[in-house]
């Protein structure tokens, strides 16, 4: 009887001491934790709501680097559910990458609308507000106006200094010609002897046209010395080039005549404008182009003294005064 009292004894004992050892094991193995859900969704498990809130604050504070004005929020409360788990999930998973796929994000962004058309973006209202007053002192003629915009993603902002050339090329192309005085001939320098052309002294062009180039200022007018048959258009090196009206590319390339690099585009009707010095070239022999399209880089090729255009029209390949032309814009 005493033998039997003590073998149940220690089993008790040794049952006793399994059940403990296997609850140190599950304890060491297994962790209380709370897994975390956002709109039902879950995105990871954390040690608790404290843990939640700072990996929370880590993300806001990486949006608002970008833009301190930004607001930064979630759909809904997260919830949490406590449950054990191994220690390797812990490892294993990113909470920055999933809580950083449940926030959102809204900037307020103002966009510079000139006719309509947004020019500029800026992340405060007074610089927006300050370009728009800048253009419509220059330009009263635009409809310029500075429009709130709400956006969950923050995309480009204009810099100053591409405000500053988007500014400079809307004033130059909007504000009014003026036009030097011409001075009196006796017999338009635009004439073509009816031995040479038959048809009309301005042949007409159809389809839409645009200014050579951003400039209009006039470095050398037409026939401002002997044997000039263009107009030099004021232009840096670099400055876009655009075609009159729409075309085919007769030549674009090396013209050892003076002319440097250029392009001739004929319009039609014994119509062909030319081009000259230019630095880069940016179409070919045969292409179609459209009024305004970007045809070349102004440049200081050729016979020049200085950077400028040189716009030309001829007719029947002979040179007429560009005004002609140029006054119809």
Same mark, same amino acid.
């Given at each position: 009887?005493?033998?039997?009292?003590?073998?149940?004894?220690?089993?008790?004992?040794?049952?006793?001491?399994? +059940?403990?050892?296997?609850?140190?094991?599950?304890?060491?193995?297994?962790?209380?934790?709370?897994?975390?859900?956002?709109?039902?969704? +879950?995105?990871?498990?954390?040690?608790?709501?404290?843990?939640?809130?700072?990996?929370? @604050?880590?993300?806001?504070?990486?949006?608002?680097?970008?833009?301190?004005?930004?607001?930064?929020?979630?759909?809904?409360?997260?919830?949490?559910?406590?449950?054990?788990?191994?220690?390797?999930?812990?490892?294993?998973?990113?909470?920055?990458?999933?809580?950083?796929?449940?926030?959102?994000?809204?900037?307020?962004?103002?966009?510079?609308?000139?006719?309509?058309?947004?020019?500029?973006? +800026?992340?405060?209202?007074?610089?927006?507000?300050?370009?728009?007053?800048?253009?419509?002192?220059?330009?009263?003629?635009?409809?310029?106006?500075?429009?709130?915009?709400?956006?969950?993603?923050?995309?480009?902002?204009?810099?100053?200094?591409?405000?500053?050339?988007?500014?400079?090329?809307?004033?130059?192309? @909007?504000?009014?010609?003026?036009?030097?005085?011409?001075?009196?001939?006796?017999?338009?320098?635009?004439?073509?002897?009816?031995?040479?052309?038959?048809?009309?002294?301005?042949?007409?062009?159809?389809?839409?046209?645009?200014?050579?180039?951003?400039?209009?200022?006039?470095?050398?007018?037409?026939?401002?010395?002997?044997?000039?048959?263009?107009?030099?258009?004021?232009?840096?090196?670099?400055?876009?080039?655009?075609?009159?009206?729409?075309?085919?590319?007769?030549?674009?390339?090396?013209?050892?005549?003076?002319?440097?690099?250029?392009?001739?585009?004929?319009?039609?009707?014994?119509?062909?404008?030319?081009?000259?010095?230019?630095?880069?070239?940016?179409?070919?022999?045969?292409?179609?182009?459209?009024?305004?399209?970007?045809?070349?880089?102004?440049?200081?090729?050729?016979?020049?003294?200085?950077?400028?255009?040189?716009?030309?029209?001829?007719? @029947?390949?002979?040179?007429?005064?560009?005004?002609?032309?140029?006054?119809?814009?």
């Amino acid at each position: 009887m005493l033998s039997t009292l003590r073998f149940m004894f220690f089993t008790i004992v040794a049952l006793g001491l399994i +059940f403990c050892a296997v609850v140190m094991t599950i304890l060491n193995t297994y962790k209380p934790i709370y897994r975390t859900y956002i709109n039902d969704r +879950f995105v990871g498990y954390f040690l608790n709501e404290q843990q939640f809130d700072e990996v929370y @604050n880590d993300l806001v504070a990486e949006k608002q680097s970008i833009d301190q004005n930004v607001k930064v929020y979630l759909d809904s409360e997260p919830t949490f559910e406590k449950c054990y788990i191994r220690d390797s999930l812990l490892s294993e998973q990113n909470i920055y990458t999933n809580l950083r796929a449940e926030i959102k994000t809204e900037y307020t962004i103002y966009n510079v609308a000139v006719n309509g058309e947004n020019k500029m973006v +800026f992340s405060t209202e007074d610089d927006a507000n300050k370009y728009a007053e800048n253009l419509k002192s220059e330009v009263d003629t635009l409809d310029t106006q500075v429009n709130m915009e709400k956006v969950s993603t923050l995309g480009e902002i204009t810099s100053f200094d591409r405000a500053d050339a988007i500014l400079e090329d809307l004033v130059a192309r @909007n504000k009014p010609v003026e036009l030097p005085e011409p001075e009196p001939e006796p017999e338009p320098s635009y004439y073509i002897p009816p031995t040479t052309y038959s048809g009309p002294i301005v042949p007409d062009l159809t389809g839409e046209r645009c200014w050579p180039t951003v400039s209009r200022a006039v470095n050398c007018d037409y026939w401002g010395y002997y044997g000039h048959n263009g107009v030099d258009l004021k232009a840096s090196i670099g400055t876009d080039v655009y075609a009159y009206a729409g075309g085919t590319v007769t030549f674009a390339g090396w013209d050892s005549s003076g002319y440097g690099n250029c392009v001739k585009i004929n319009h039609g009707n014994n119509v062909v404008t030319i081009y000259g010095h230019c630095s880069q070239l940016y179409v070919y022999a045969g292409q179609q182009v459209t009024a305004g399209q970007l045809i070349a880089a102004s440049g200081n090729t050729g016979n020049t003294t200085g950077p400028h255009l040189h716009f030309e029209v001829r007719v @029947n390949n002979i040179a007429i005064n560009p005004w002609v032309y140029l006054n119809q814009i």
